[in-house]
T-cell receptor
Framework: DAKTTQPPSMDCAEGRAANLPCNHSTISGNEYVYWYRQIHSQGPQYIIHGLKNNETNEMASLIITEDRKSSTLILPHATLRDTAVYYCIVRAYSGAGSYQLTFGKGTKLSVIP | EPEVTQTPSHQVTQMGQEVILRCVPISNHLYFYWYRQILGQKVEFLVSFYNNEISEKSEIFDDQFSVERPDGSNFTLKIRSTKLEDSAMYFC??????????FGEGSRLTVL
């Protein structure tokens, strides 16, 4: 799986958009970009994923550059409850019925009142 | 909203004892996983399970570990003889397709 690079920490003012970057310059054509987050010591929570088109759901938007070497997760109106560690993961589907995710250190997002 | 549930939330055990961590995946999910997170470290993959057999396991998942789906609802992780280094938060996850995983809240294991 392609390696990802994320800043270790970021701050965001409450109510503002949080833009979390991720570099994945070695991503291959069949690899998807996934974002998960982990609030305190809870289980990781799926946020969004995409291949090459931008994606949006009720939680966030995912912007993937045209060359797919980087992406940005956007939380449009950050709240205090969005304070968490955010993980960017690239992964191809495995046809063998497994789905191993490789978590890095992620970005610790602190939403400031 | 359906969720993955795990029990116990916290277990304290003596080194060398057997431990069973239990998980109830989301009911229509087909793929099941165990991950662990040692305090302050990354979330690590242990094992995935599909169609009543292990489909993939990591180097961490040695002979001391086993998984089972004894009935249609439970998914268990057994550690046969616990070591101090097994102390961690263990997360169960399930998925309906090979896409997003849904994680439980975790079971904290403390080995003394």
């Amino acid at each position: 799986d392609a390696k990802t690079t994320q800043p270790p920490s970021m701050d965001c003012a409450e109510g503002r958009a949080a833009n979390l970057p991720c570099n994945h310059s070695t991503i291959s054509g069949n690899e998807y970009v996934y974002w998960y987050r982990q609030i305190h010591s809870q289980g990781p929570q799926y946020i969004i994923h995409g291949l090459k088109n931008n994606e949006t759901n009720e939680m966030a938007s995912l912007i993937i550059t045209e060359d797919r070497k980087s992406s940005t997760l956007i939380l449009p109106h950050a709240t205090l409850r969005d304070t968490a560690v955010y993980y960017c993961i690239v992964r191809a589907y495995s046809g063998a019925g497994s789905y191993q995710l490789t978590f890095g250190k992620g970005t610790k997002l602190s939403v400031i009142p | 909203e359906p969720e993955v549930t795990q029990t116990p939330s916290h277990q304290v055990t003596q080194m060398g004892q057997e431990v069973i961590l239990r998980c109830v995946p989301i009911s229509n999910h087909l793929y099941f996983y165990w991950y662990r997170q040692i305090l302050g470290q990354k979330v690590e993959f242990l094992v995935s399970f599909y169609n009543n057999e292990i489909s993939e396991k990591s180097e961490i998942f040695d002979d001391q570990f086993s998984v089972e789906r004894p009935d249609g609802s439970n998914f268990t992780l057994k550690i046969r003889s616990t070591k101090l280094e097994d102390s961690a938060m263990y997360f169960c996850a399930s998925s309906r397709t090979l896409r997003e995983l849904f994680f439980g809240e975790g079971s904290r294991l403390t080995v003394l």
